[in-house]
């Protein structure tokens, strides 16, 4: 039987980890993420965990010995945040492009210049297309839920591909929340131990990241990108066994009074849980409004997103993240193209909010749907809105 | 510590004649790198995991769909073949805990220019052995980065000419010494550090031997000429190499848990012209540069032999 605890969001990530047996760590300290690998490295050191931990000099030499360790097929973990995904970067389309499988739990932080701690999705949106599967967590239970359900998908002989987990830096990772820790029997049976289909071994050499003249190229990335397409179906399959198992349903996309509503946010991580009380106050004064978060980023779930938002007469996008210089926030540019296609289409307006830590409040909420009931009389004024900004 | 290995010293007689580097691959007439590589696969045998960084071996040997390698390859990137040796040496290590790898040893081999070594690799280097990984970590100097064609790296000799520290009217070609990243990496206190080149091939078996048997770090520094890049015949790359170590410009020595031991004793030297003369990327320099380099090499080699005598020192 599950028990409910009180544990750090954090912690129970590493919880998380252990009870996926993952047995090659290589990580980085790096705030807000440091909680996760120390907690490890304590399992590790008191023998719960039974797992080489390799203590790397930087974020690039972690991701690079994730690679080794996958290639010679041991379930491989790593977490990190902001600077350190950056400094990652090269390696994450290399991991992608051989298909090897693990996970990395990335503690959303705001990139440098000027330097911040605190939370927002710019370092993630910097590797939208590093061909990783994305999901984003709004709670303790989720982040615990979607590492162990990562690796089952990522390991996935359909699927081989490497998986981030996103939490938000400090509003989630450092936050007590009751988790729900299930046995480790029921996680052993629902995440066997990874077979891959081939490794590094000397009884059968194989050569893994050959030089790719223009004559296959373009063919390996079709591949990669029909792996990575076709892990949805994947990910529904193993979000069903794990309900099964578990009792926890999950969803591409997660709604909140959605049925009738008018105006839709839509907002990922964490934010989600101030944007559902926004609603609530709301709806009490007969406003029609209502919610989505998007859990799953990669791959984007067009169907269901499409779906989603059918009959709404305005989608409000908030970005935690700026694309300087372009149509603002990336996960409206997104959205705004996913509806393009269509006749009947929400007017899409695109917001962005909650950079390097500041909070979204929810009156932030509040002025998000009222500049969405502006334009939807009035049409369009800005591509986009910096919301609560100082003047 | 290293384990003293059983060491059977190479001779024509026990060399393995199965490449285990293929021949058929694309590396350009005459290449130095291929020689050497090609003896360190033969003294590391079958059992054999190799990280290649990128670079010239790189490409010449995985040219998909071909392959030159009858071992398992890896290749990620440019500055961790390090990093990524790591993660294979971890994983095997637990997954044979857990019975779910073979029992026999592995040898992990990280291949990597002197680029990817001095320069961009060597943080990933230096944070792999200081962690003890058991690993072998073979740099193949020849002194450019010679993939991209022939730009300096910090492994470039002074006056060297090359596409980046070309000759000029206000420049005599590379105005650094070389980095002397052998040195740089008996400073970590690794088990095993030697240099080689494959003019003395059974040297250079013997040694990559020792390196492979070691448990723990060892770092084997190939000197590999290069046609290309120093400008010189295809023919002459054995006898370069030669002139490089008979004239102390590339001394070979081993230091097996910290005591150093001149391999190729050198009573008398060659003048370094000897071996200068032989390159086009050393044809600009003038009378006093190369009396310059001589004074330098001197004062080099002049410091391995009082290494050598104190650390032959017994207490």
């Known amino acids: ?391 | 510590m290293a384990e003293e290995p059983e060491r059977k010293q190479f001779v024509p007689r026990i060399i393995p004649p199965r490449e285990l580097f293929a021949e058929g691959n694309r590396a350009c007439q005459g290449c130095g790198e291929i020689l050497g590589v090609r003896l360190v696969m033969k003294a590391a045998g079958p059992q054999t995991i190799v990280v290649s960084a990128t670079g010239c071996l790189e490409i010449v040997s995985s040219s998909y769909p071909d392959t030159a390698w009858r071992v398992p390859w890896i290749h990620i990137a440019f500055e961790n073949a390090a990093a990524v040796a790591a993660g294979i040496e971890s994983g095997i290590k637990v997954l044979r805990r857990k019975n779910k790898y073979t029992d026999q040893r592995v040898n992990i081999i990280a291949f990597a220019g002197d680029g990817g070594t001095a320069d961009i690799g060597i943080q990933a280097l230096s944070g792999a052995v200081e962690r003890g990984h058991d690993f072998t970590y073979v740099c193949t100097d020849n002194e450019a980065y010679m993939n991209t064609g022939i730009q300096r790296s910090s492994s470039t000799p002074y006056g060297a000419s090359t596409t980046t520290s070309p000759v000029g009217k206000k420049s005599k070609g590379q105005n650094t010494p070389k980095k002397n990243m052998p040195m740089i990496m008996a400073a970590h206190e690794i088990p095993y550090v030697a240099t080689a080149c494959p003019s003395y091939p059974y040297d250079l078996l013997n040694k990559a031997k020792r390196a492979i048997a070691t448990r723990g770090p060892a770092y084997l520094h190939i000197f590999s000429p290069c046609p290309t890049g120093w400008r010189h015949p295809t023919d002459l790359t054995v006898e370069i190499g030669k002139l490089g170590v008979e004239s102390g410009v590339f001394p070979l020595y081993e230091i097996v848990d910290g005591k150093l031991k001149l391999n190729v004793r050198l009573e008398k030297r060659r003048p370094v012209i000897d071996y200068l003369k032989t390159q086009g990327r050393f044809r600009h320099l003038q009378p006093e540069d190369v009396e310059d380099i001589q004074r330098r090499v001197d004062a080099g080699y002049q410091k391995l032999l009082r290494r050598e005598e104190c650390d032959s020192f017994k207490e």
């Open chain 1, 1 to 391: 039987m599950a028990k409910r605890t009180g544990l750090e969001v954090s912690l129970a990530v590493s919880e998380a980890v252990k009870m996926a047996r993952a047995e090659v760590i290589a990580a980085y300290p790096i705030t807000p993420q440091t909680h996760i690998v120390e907690e490890l490295s304590q399992m590790v050191a008191d023998g719960e965990l039974d797992a080489e931990f390799i203590l790397v000099e930087s974020e690039h030499s972690a991701m690079s010995a994730c690679c080794g360790s996958s290639a010679v097929g041991a379930r491989s973990f790593t977490a990190t945040a902001s600077q350190g995904l950056a400094l990652m970067h090269e390696v994450l389309y290399i991991a992608s492009g051989l298909r090897l499988p693990m996970v990395m739990v990335v503690a959303n932080r705001a990139l440098s210049a000027p330097l911040s701690i605190w939370g927002d999705h710019s370092d993630v949106m910097a590797e939208r297309d590093s061909g990783w599967l994305q999901f984003f967590a709004e709670t303790g239970q989720d982040a615990f839920d979607l590492t162990i359900q990562a690796f089952k998908i990522s390991e996935d002989h359909r699927v081989l591909l490497p998986s981030i987990v996103n939490l938000d830096g400090f509003t989630l990772t450092h936050v007590i929340e009751p988790i729900l820790l299930p046995e480790q029997g029921e996680v052993d049976a629902f995440l066997p131990s990874y077979e891959p289909p081939s490794r590094l071994d000397p009884q059968k050499p194989t050569t893994v990241g050959p030089v790719g003249f223009p004559e296959i190229y373009t063919e390996v990335k079709k591949q990669q990108n029909d792996a990575l397409l076709g892990s949805y179906e994947v990910i529904l399959e193993v979000w069903d066994e794990f309900e099964k198992s578990f009792g926890r349903g999950y969803k591409p996309i997660e709604h909140y009074k959605t049925e009738d509503a008018e105006i839709l946010i839509a907002i990922a991580g964490s934010m989600a849980g101030t944007a559902r009380i926004a609603v609530d106050g709301m709806r009490e004064e007969g406003k029609k409004v209502g919610l989505i978060r998007p859990r799953l980023w990669r791959p984007f779930p067009f169907e269901e997103f499409r779906n989603s938002v059918a009959g709404a007469k305005a989608l409000a996008v908030v970005d935690r993240s700026l694309s300087f210089g372009g149509q603002g926030g990336p996960m409206c540019s997104e959205m705004r193209s996913a509806l393009f296609p269509l006749d009947e289409k929400p007017v899409v307006t695109s917001y962005i909010a909650g950079l390097g830590g500041r909070d979204i409040t929810i009156e932030n909420f509040r002025t998000i749907v009222s500049d969405t009931e502006r334009v939807l009389e009035e049409g369009y004024g800005d591509e986009y809105k910096l919301i609560g900004v100082k003047e």
